[in-house]
């Protein structure tokens, strides 16, 4: 019988300062052994918590393990054994670590069952994430890097307020509990949570680090960074209506631009902020079931998304960009490395067969309600959009072809067969979703190829795609062109830091007339007391002023006299 | 004499997409037309609501696209705003 409680999140920690110093041929082995060695210490432990540990008297649970995290823990851990397939590709012993680390904040952020462990592991992943951007080899990929750090540090800050405010407020402890957003603290830990899973104005800290990071690094962040968000809102906000606008807007935003976007790595970075919205919008919703549909689909997107960014990051290996508009002749010279593509696409669109329908279908479901049918709606056509945008236009731009010689140059073998094992896990989650319903919180009986679900979907995706591809022969639908699409970070990265940057030379030219005013009031007041200083120290200079003073002084000792008498 | 080599086809794969999204989609709307499905709680979850759906979102999508591109496009690589890893 295991006796071991360790927080599994933590062996990948260890892992992580071990791959450090081994040699190339190990670091692949030692990923892989650390995610399954935390997988089995998962898996061997029965639910319940850790008894607490009393730190400057508050208690700090490392191990609480229950069906809701339980399900995140295992797609966690399976993407990671993933990663150590692809990983062995390329020499980078630090992203390797950068990896694991990352791996390792947000497997024990989901195991902890406190809020200051909580906190400490998601900062600790979201530092990790900055690491593996900074790893990255491609132009920009530092300034990206300082931009995410930017954004962990102040989501890390309004955990940190929140927490201490919650603590303030009176609350007994910080063990897990839901929290209310109207209070302080609980309002800072929304803002936060917010940032994580990429709300709107903050969703572009997604996009930016996916595109800048390397072909693993991109995978890695879109498998563990938004979904330690999904299961905080799922802990601690459950049911909580602002979650249901926020995420359509999500879905909306993340849809439009996945449409638009040149750069496939942003468009699939924006697709899951599609299939992230999903997940917020249904935890806002909050029955059972759509709490147990949020779940799932996390599940399955952060498969999907890690095997479609494994595609394109095969992409990036050979042609140095993933751009639409640079796609030609791509079927040609990278022939499996496109199939997998338009497989991982087709997933990521909720096409039926593939992971992401099981789960689809059950939040389809989960939102069909007279009041909700607007975000039924919003959820079904974001199937029709996703799979116009990472699957339909890349099969049409990587079949054009110029005419000339195409050279064959398909990608590393072990970036093949990690792509080929992450749609492998695709696939069969989405043929045999059965087990992934068992692991749900909400114990789920539910037929997701019943033809009444079935063909509604086969219906949707074809109509989408017949319209879609009328459109483009009709000159209608806008051509691939390398064009970039402003998003909100330009407001604040142009006009804004435009106004911040000539508000502060202002502000230096006010301070420094300020300080040139200041001395020279000074040096005229240091003047004229120095002139009465010297005064005073020659009172006798006048010869009338002594008999002016020595009578002066007399009257006053006479009034003070007669004052005293009387 | 030689002949001139006939330029490559184009355009294949967008018929080859067009079949099989209009075969998918013909299966999807005739089962859900002839099955014997209840109606759904509103207009698009009714038999053939998906197909409005669908197309209309593709549609609504490339409207904007096209709007969005003419709004918020800029070449690609082109340095836009200051950064947060600029110092004067």
Do not use: C
């Given at each position: 019988m295991w006796a071991i409680t360790l927080n599994p999140g933590f062996v990948c920690i260890l892992a992580a300062l071990l791959v450090l110093a081994a040699p190339q041929t190990m670091r692949a082995i030692t990923m892989a052994g650390a995610g399954l060695l935390a997988l089995l210490l998962l898996l061997s432990r029965n639910f319940g918590a850790e008894e607490a540990i009393a730190q400057m008297g508050l208690p700090v649970v490392l191990l609480n393990l229950d069906a809701l995290n339980r399900i995140f823990g295992i797609a966690a851990l399976i993407t990671l054994i993933t990663f150590a397939i692809f990983a062995n590709a390329r020499r980078n012993r630090y992203e390797d670590a950068a990896i694991l680390m990352m791996a390792g904040g947000a497997v024990s952020a989901l195991f902890v069952g406190d809020l200051i462990s909580f906190v400490a592991a998601a900062s600790l992943a979201g530092l990790a994430a900055a690491w593996i951007v900074f790893c990255?080899?491609?132009?920009e990929a530092r300034r990206a890097g300082v931009r995410l750090l930017v954004w962990n540090g102040l989501e890390g800050l309004l955990l940190l307020v929140g927490v201490a405010f919650h603590l303030s407020a009176?609350?007994?402890?910080?063990?897990?509990a839901r929290l209310d957003i109207a209070t302080i603290g609980g309002g800072c830990i929304f803002a936060a949570l917010m940032i994580r899973v990429g709300?709107?104005?903050?969703?572009?800290w997604v996009k930016d680090t996916i595109a800048h990071a390397s072909p693993l690094g991109g995978a890695a962040l879109s498998a563990f960074s938004t979904m330690v968000g999904v299961y905080a809102l799922a802990r601690?906000?459950?049911?909580?209506?602002?979650?249901i606008p926020i995420g359509a807007a999500m879905i909306a935003v993340g849809a439009l631009y996945a449409s638009t976007v040149d750069d496939l790595r942003a468009g699939a970075a924006y697709g899951l902020m599609t299939q992230t919205g999903v997940c917020v919008a249904l935890i806002g919703v909050g029955s059972p079931l759509a709490v147990a549909a949020a779940e799932g689909h996390i599940f399955t997107s952060m498969f999907v998304f890690m095997a479609l960014q494994m595609a394109l990051g095969a992409v990036l290996a050979r042609r140095g960009a993933v751009r639409l508009s640079q796609f030609e002749g791509l079927s040609r010279a990278m022939p499996i490395t496109t199939t997998l593509m338009l497989i991982t696409g087709l997933a990521a669109s909720g096409a039926?067969?593939?992971?992401l329908y099981a789960t689809h279908s059950v939040a389809l479901e989960a939102s069909a309600q007279w009041d909700l049918r607007w975000l039924w709606a919003l959820i079904a056509a974001s199937s029709a959009a996703l799979f116009v945008s990472l699957a339909l236009r890349p099969a049409l731009a990587a079949h054009r072809h110029g005419g000339g010689k195409v050279k064959f140059n398909e990608a590393p073998f072990s970036m093949l067969l990690g792509a080929g094992v992450a749609a492998f896990f695709c696939v069969s989650i989405g043929l045999a979703p059965s087990w992934l319903y068992g692991l749900m919180p909400t114990a789920l009986t539910f037929a997701p190829f019943d033809l009444d679900r079935l063909a509604p979907q086969f219906e949707l995706l074809g109509a989408a795609g017949v319209a879609f591809v009328l459109l483009r022969a009709l000159n209608l639908a806008p051509r691939e062109r390398a064009v970039d699409l402003l998003d909100i970070d330009a407001f604040y990265r142009g006009p804004v830091a435009g106004a911040a940057r000539w508000a502060g030379v202002v502000m230096l030219r006010v301070y420094g007339a300020a300080g040139a005013a200041v001395a020279l009031l000074a040096a005229r007041a240091g003047a004229a007391l120095a002139a009465w200083a010297r005064s005073c120290d020659a009172p006798?200079?006048?010869?009338g002023w002594a008999a002016l003073q020595f009578w002066a002084i007399g009257a006053l000792a006479v009034i003070i006299l007669i004052g005293a008498r009387l | 004499m030689t002949r001139k080599p006939l330029p490559s086809p184009r355009g294949g794969v967008a018929g080859l997409a067009l079949l099989f999204c209009a075969t998918a989609g013909g299966a999807g709307l005739a089962f859900d037309l002839l099955g014997d499905a209840p109606a759904g709680f509103w207009l698009l979850a009714d038999p053939g609501g998906r197909a409005m759906l669908g197309a209309g979102a593709v549609t609504i999508l490339v409207l904007i696209a096209h709007g969005a591109r003419w709004l918020l496009a800029r070449r690609a690589g082109e340095k836009g705003g200051r950064d947060v890893g600029d110092h004067p």
């Open positions: 990255s080899p491609l132009e009176g609350s007994s402890g910080t063990v897990f709300a709107p104005f903050a969703h572009v601690f906000f459950p049911a909580e209506p602002l979650l039926p067969g593939f992971a006798y200079l006048g010869r | -």
